[in-house]
């Protein structure tokens, strides 16, 4: 048998439109990865500006607490005690603009150690006669011994019925802080 001779046949493909197809997706392509990139430019920048403005409402904040902490001193109580040593025990005072001062009991005469404490309590509140003072106690009673608690409750009770400027700072069966006067 004899084969045909098969003609070949040029086949010419014009690729002028081919590439102007692409040029257009290439082009559409950039165009909306530009807007994806300025969509997510603009949701950050919304971000920025949020932040920002908590930033700005919590600068306010710290502004408007160091003005009322220098109208409103607040002195903290604590009493605690070791363990292993049970009889000896310290009473720490925190108040604004003194440093952090310790008194000592040692076994069951509290009367010394109590005296100082209110001593020293009241030469404070006379001192910022004009500002009003608030008496906070520790509120774990886990770390202070109960006939130690009821002490430091009768002297800041006595001083906030001595003084006008005195409050007390309590914390309520539903852990809730309270002033009272």
């Not at 005072?93 to 005469?109: D, S, T």
């Not at 009821?150 to 001083?159: W, Y």
């Amino acid at each position: 048998m004899k084969r045909r001779r098969s003609r070949k046949i040029d086949i010419a493909i014009d690729l002028t439109s081919l590439l102007d197809v692409i040029f257009i997706l290439l082009l559409v392509l950039m165009i909306s990865h530009n807007n994806d990139y300025n969509a997510r430019i603009e949701a950050n920048q919304k971000i920025v500006d949020e932040a920002e403005l908590t930033i700005d409402v919590y600068n306010d904040i710290i502004d408007t607490l160091d003005n009322i902490g220098n109208s409103v001193y607040t002195i903290s109580l604590t009493a605690r005690f070791d363990e292993n040593q049970i009889h000896n025990r310290t009473i720490a005072i925190l108040c604004p603009n003194e440093n952090l001062k310790e008194i000592e009991m040692i076994g069951a005469n509290v009367d010394n150690p109590i005296s100082e404490l209110t001593n020293y309590l009241e030469s404070y509140i006379e001192k910022y006669s004009d500002i009003p003072v608030i008496l906070s106690l520790n509120p774990d009673e886990d770390k202070i011994l109960y006939r130690d608690h009821l002490a430091l409750k009768k002297v800041v009770d006595e001083l906030s019925g001595k003084y006008e400027n005195v409050f007390v700072k309590r914390v309520n069966a539903n852990n809730i802080d309270e002033v009272s006067e």
